[in-house]
């Protein structure tokens, strides 16, 4: 398979009845990505809106869509030890190698540098399902990490925006955003919160995240941990002028945390330039925020109270991710998710009323190897 240029970018195409995407070989950001539905076509990810542009940037910003692996995840700033790597890691921001494709999969590698590792890409659809699977395993590499998927949404209507019971949620304890170089943010640094619908802003109020957008002129970032005891986590949005429900499965032993990244033009300066806006970054993480690999395994709230933010590799054990991204008709369906459990064929999506949708899916995946 030859790759082709979409929206800036060599990427490879994989596909069903149900579904269309692109994979770049810069970073392995899927998208785009179109879904068939009953209801119609729904492209649910985000592209930079400076994709075609050539600016000097690093990799992973000229690529930024849809969603890619991080490894470590976060900004990086500040070294671990002798490694200092790139913004959300190699593996968002150097080429790929192709190892197999199909029409409905892809496989690829890429061999990182900075902490020596192999890791493989796996990328693949089934025909009839609205569903994207992703796996990656990271293998001949030793010592703490933190990884992750960064998710990005774009909102062209109100979405109504839930995740799975958590234990602990957070506001990003630092300064997010520096009015000093154009960046502005809105909610209260280091605050907690038990529900998304009440987080305390700068303000004195309290802001509802299960409603999005919001905040027009602020980047927010928060963070959720999974309750401990839960097998299946989930994060999903209701579309409902839309007629759709976007949904994110992951086993939470694995990945314990989510990352919720409100960029609605907030950012002033280069290349974002107050036109990133109506975005919602659902990035499921073992980390702590956006800090990367040093201040995923310093001291955190969340680490004193049991909360795991980083994994310490064994080269002996390759460590396995999985994620499923999928999308369903919500025809009927009123307000946000309440729950998503299993069934006999895959997931049971409910609303506060009780109403149910049932959706054919390979949930299993989420624990293969």
């Given amino acids: 398979m030859q790759p082709t240029s979409v929206l800036g970018q060599q990427s490879y195409r994989i596909g069903t009845d149900k579904v ?3 994979i770049t070989q810069t970073g392995g950001h ?4 179109k879904f068939e539905l009953p209801t119609g076509t729904v492209e649910p990810f985000s592209v930079a809106p400076w994709a075609e542009e050539d600016p000097q940037i690093p990799a992973i910003l000229k690529v930024l869509r849809g969603d890619f692996f991080c490894m470590p995840f976060g900004g990086n700033d500040a070294p671990f030890g002798t490694e200092q790597h790139p913004i959300h890691g ?7 190698t192709v190892e197999e494709t199909t029409q409905t999969g892809i496989k690829m590698s890429l061999d990182t540098k ?13 025909p009839g399902q ?10 001949e590499a030793e010592g703490p990490m933190c990884f992750g998927h960064h998710a990005m949404l774009k909102f062209k209507t109100k979405g109504y925006v839930s995740v799975a019971p958590f234990a602990f949620g957070q506001v990003f304890p630092g300064q997010f955003e520096d009015p000093i170089l154009g960046g502005y943010s809105s909610l209260k640094p280091g605050a907690r919160f038990t529900s998304l619908s009440e987080v305390p802003s700068n303000d ?16 927010d970032l928060v963070m959720v941990y999974a309750n401990p005891e839960s097998l299946l986590g989930w994060t999903a949005v209701h579309f409902a002028d839309e007629r759709y429900i976007w949904f994110s499965l992951k086993d939470p032993r694995v990945l314990t945390g989510t990352v919720m990244w409100h960029s609605n033009g907030g950012r002033h300066y280069a290349p974002w330039s107050s036109r990133h806006r109506g975005v919602l970054g659902l990035e499921e ?23 795991r933010t980083y994994v310490d590799l ?24 309440a729950d998503i459990f299993r069934n006999s064929e895959g997931i049971t999506l409910v609303d506060a009323s009780g109403t149910k949708i049932d959706v054919r899916i390979d949930v299993d995946s989420l624990w293969g190897s």
Wanted: avoid cysteine; aromatic fraction near 10%; hydrophobic fraction near 45%.
């Fill in 20 to 22: 269309e995407a692109w």
């Fill in 314 to 337: 064994d080269p002996q054990r390759p460590l396995v991710v999985n994620t499923i991204m999928g999308v369903a008709a919500a025809d009927g369906f009123l307000g946000p998710v």
């Fill in 90 to 96: 190699e593996t968002a921001n150097e080429d790929w």
């Fill in 114 to 126: 900075i902490r020596p590792a192999h890791v493989e890409k796996q990328v693949w659809t089934v």
């Fill in 204 to 219: 004195g109020t309290l802001a509802d995240l299960t409603s999005y957008p919001a905040r027009e002129g602020f980047e």
């Fill in 130 to 139: 609205a569903a994207i699977y992703q796996r990656h395993i990271v293998s």
């Fill in 285 to 307: 993480v073992t980390s702590s925020f956006h800090w990367g690999l040093a201040g995923s395994v310093a001291e955190s709230d969340a680490r004193t109270e049991g909360f």
């Fill in 30 to 33: 899927v998208a785009p990505i």
